[in-house]
């Protein structure tokens, strides 16, 4: 398993020292980029999807509780670093994965990381069998996470779904569902079923499309009446359906 991770700390040479130590000894470890402080930190978690931050507690400007404070619904792990110890107590309260000491102990840093990949190990296990469809007992329902658990919907109620960054929108007949997951997501789990993706930013249920219109890539309009797009490169994934 590969972990996408980014490093959040002002000092050069500590960021540099911890780059050196997980490029030679955590092979698992992708890093993404790093960041100085918390708004650098802020727009490369927005612009990415990181599995792990490497994290720094204290930063000009604020510190890394400030930073976790506006990023309420993160689906990454934490590891702190740090030369202070009083922040153990807070770093658990914000549900970190790992503490770590500075000067960073090479032995720890590679426990942290494989104690990270069995955090989301079991995460992808719970995953598959609650996101995505239930083959079987529950046929042709998916769930939905939400805050307080999650929804469970039929799958033939979806008409589309659009990527919306590291989100996607799911379009029902009459209402927008907003979840917390990528489109490639939704694909893959929903690739049991007749949904065809047509564009970058669109998945269609085939079963919802009443029309299509020749071009390049041409267009599809649903049962709503909604107009999708669709690319040169997708047009005969979903001709192929009719």
Same mark, same amino acid.
């Given at each position: 398993?590969?972990? %996408? &991770?980014?490093?959040?700390? !002002?000092?050069?040479?500590? *960021?540099?020292?911890?780059?050196?130590?997980?490029?030679? /000894?955590?092979?698992?470890?992708?890093?993404?980029?790093?960041?100085?402080?918390?708004?650098?930190?802020?727009?490369?978690?927005q612009?990415?999807?990181?599995?792990?931050?490497?994290?720094?507690?204290?930063?000009?400007?604020? %510190? &890394?509780?400030?930073?976790? !404070?506006?990023?309420?619904? *993160?689906?990454?792990?934490?590891?702190?670093?740090?030369? /202070?110890?009083?922040?153990?107590?807070?770093?658990?309260?914000?549900?970190?994965?790992?503490?770590?000491?500075?000067p960073i102990n090479i032995d720890e840093l590679v426990r942290a990381v494989e104690y990270v990949i069995e955090i989301k190990q079991k995460e992808d296990i719970l995953e598959d069998r609650v996101l995505r469809p239930k083959l079987g007992q529950v046929l042709g329902k998916i769930t939905l996470p939400q805050?307080?658990?999650?929804?469970?919907?039929?799958?033939?109620?979806?008409?589309?779904?659009?990527?919306?960054?590291?989100?996607?929108?799911i379009y029902l007949i009459n209402k927008k569902i907003l979840v917390s997951k990528t489109l490639k997501y939704f694909e893959e789990a929903l690739s049991g079923f007749a949904f065809a993706r047509i564009h970058k930013s669109y998945l269609v249920n085939v079963n919802e499309v009443v029309k299509y219109r020749k071009g390049k890539g041409g267009s599809v309009i649903v049962s709503n009446g909604k107009e999708l797009l669709v690319s040169a490169s997708r047009k005969k994934e979903l001709l192929a359906y009719f």
């Open positions: 398993m590969k972990l %996408n &991770a980014i490093i959040v700390e !002002d000092e050069a040479n500590s *960021r540099e020292i911890l780059r050196n130590y997980i490029v030679k /000894y955590c092979r698992e470890v992708n890093l993404m980029g790093e960041a100085s402080s918390i708004n650098e930190a802020l727009q490369l978690i612009e990415n999807e990181p599995d792990l931050l490497f994290l720094d507690v204290e930063m000009p400007f604020g %510190n &890394a509780f400030d930073l976790l !404070d506006q990023l309420p619904d *993160r689906s990454f792990q934490t590891v702190f670093v740090t030369a /202070y110890d009083q922040y153990a107590k807070d770093a658990l309260n914000n549900h970190a994965a790992y503490y770590l000491m500075k805050q307080d658990g999650f929804q469970v919907l039929n799958v033939s109620e979806i008409l589309y779904c659009k990527a919306d960054d590291n989100y996607t929108e």
